[in-house]
């Protein structure tokens, strides 16, 4: 059991912290849920110091939406404390884009939504993607994309695509544009609900993702898992400086 805990930022009942969760249970690691759609309360800066690291999620709102979402701006000042004192930090989706916004990047509208099971391809190695293949699929599925900071480290692409899939800022906080996380039940929540449209847009896409949905869940375990304990190697090269 390590010492410290992982907080895990939830914005809604439906981005679930999935297949995250569980590694991070397997791995022994105790957790700290933040469900903001339940009126949780962020920690301050200061708290960030019991934490192994920060996971912040996904969500159906957008990075800009602050008067809607009053806690959007909160945090964002808590992703920018966590970069300023190296604590370890991995965004997804709204997450990633947060961290962009946060680092100096630009969040935009997509001109359609990404959605379905798509191919990846790292363009830089990195000790997230350590034991990564060069060209993996992940699930998509946003509205909006981001820019890479100017300081920042570009990572992962999805070629012909207008927006990058994953990077990193400063030593050890990384975006990622795509959802890892997903598994089953939480795929077929997001399948019911359709809040992109796409049952009017492409209703093929959806039925594509609804038969490959076992198959989807278990290459996205194999590929959290794997993000997750570099994540946690992460936190423990620190401990050990």
Known sequence: MRDGTVLIIQHTALARPGTILQTLLEEGVEVDVRRLHANAVLPAPDELAQH???????GAMNADQDDVYPFLRDERDLVAAALER?????????????????HGGC?????????????????????????????????????????VPEHACPLALRDG??????????????????????????LDAWLQRDNQGMRQRAPEVLERLGRDR?????????????????LLRSADRADAA
């Open 214 to 230: 076992d198959e989807v869940a278990a290459a996205s375990l194999e590929l959290c898992a794997r993000l997750v304990r570099n």
């Open 107 to 147: 969040v935009f509208d997509r001109p359609e939504p990404a959605v379905g099971w798509m191919p990846i391809r790292l363009v830089a190695r990195d000790a997230l993607f350590e034991g990564v293949p060069a060209e993996f699929r992940a699930l998509e599925w946003h509205a909006q994309s981001f820019t």
């Open 86 to 102: 190296d604590v370890p930090l991995l965004g997804i989706c709204l997450g990633a884009q947060q961290l962009a916004c946060v």
């Open 52 to 58: 192994l690291a920060v996971i912040v999620l996904g």
């Open 161 to 186: 695509d207008v927006g990058v899939q994953a990077f990193r800022a400063g030593r050890r906080a990384w975006g990622l544009q795509f959802h890892p996380e997903i598994d089953a039940a939480t």
